[in-house]
């Protein structure tokens, strides 16, 4: 078939029809100041990083990517997002790491382990380089999505991972964050913790080495100790910054108890994270369809008006 732009005769496929979203390109990422840098010996273990122009030291953004710990990549970090952390005077850091399949093959147990405390080790390594970077080394702010958001929990919760007696420098490094802003994240890693939150509740066994979740499930006593210890929820305690969680997926209102129909990324986990913070006085904003915020309509927003007070 034919149509007539500008006076142009397009001859477009009978099998494709034509849209003026077809003509819009989004923007392509910037060139990273730093590319590829090795935080660790595996492949994996490399960040890009953009530096903000400012004459002061900059807060900063780190990107960890989502894909259930067992795909994704750092490039996911769209160039619209990046722009506009930079434009608002704020540094960006995007992070690789382990996959759990990579982590079974060295050996690490838990699986989990290994991108969790990748995304520290890479924090810590960011923190490192604060005088060359022109970073505020407190003003850190973690995003992500699914478990990406996760891992930016789990970093945000956790005690300060910090080895101040290590010879290594970087180690010496803290891994706290200022603040966390998250999507469709998971906020416990507990089996029957999520069961009984959610019926159909089924991802996260592949963390803990197991195939499915019912082995998971049946097998939750012989790994409750690494649950307590890399479950975000778990971790909770009032001197936590604070926490924007966004589940977008969320198409009905959440009840606690009943299935849901993305169970890995409903606002049951969002609902009952913020519970627990709140019952420790830590600050919390939870959002999904249906529930929103008057001030902040996503995780940037969040971020660039916490890193910037």
Known sequence: M????????????????????????????????????AYGKHERQVLDFWQAKSEKPTPLVLYIHG????????????????????????SVAAINYRYVKQAVAQKVEPPVKAPLEDAARALQLIRS???????????????????????SLWLALHDDLADLKSDDPVARESTRLFCAAVN???????????????????????AFGFSNFQAFHEGRDRVHKWI???????????????????????????VVGEKQADPTHSAVLG???????????????????????????????????????
């Open 228 to 254: 307590k210890e890399y479950s975000p929820i778990e971790h909770v305690s009032k001197d936590d910054p604070p926490i924007f969680m966004d589940y977008a997926s969320q198409k009905v209102p959440p």
């Open 2 to 37: 034919y149509r007539m732009v500008l006076g142009v005769v397009l001859l477009l496929s009978p099998l494709t029809a034509w849209s003026p979203a077809q003509q819009v390109k989004k923007p392509a990422a910037p060139p990273p100041t730093v590319a590829n840098l």
């Open 67 to 90: 894909g259930g710990w067992q795909g994704g990549d750092k490039s996911s970090l769209g160039g619209a997002a990046i722009q506009q952390y930079l434009h608002a005077g704020i």
């Open 271 to 309: 609902l009952k994270l913020a519970e627990k913070l709140k019952a420790a006085g830590v600050e919390v904003i939870l959002v999904y369809p249906g529930q929103t915020h008057s001030r902040y309509k996503n995780a940037a927003q969040f971020l660039i008006d916490r890193l910037k007070q």
């Open 129 to 151: 380089k604060a005088t060359e970077w022109n970073l505020d080394k407190k003003r850190v702010g973690a995003t992500g999505g699914s478990a990406g958001g996760c891992s």
């Open 184 to 206: 469709g994240a998971q906020t416990s890693l507990d089996p029957k913790e999520l069961r009984e939150w959610m019926p159909n509740y089924s991802y996260g066994g592949h």
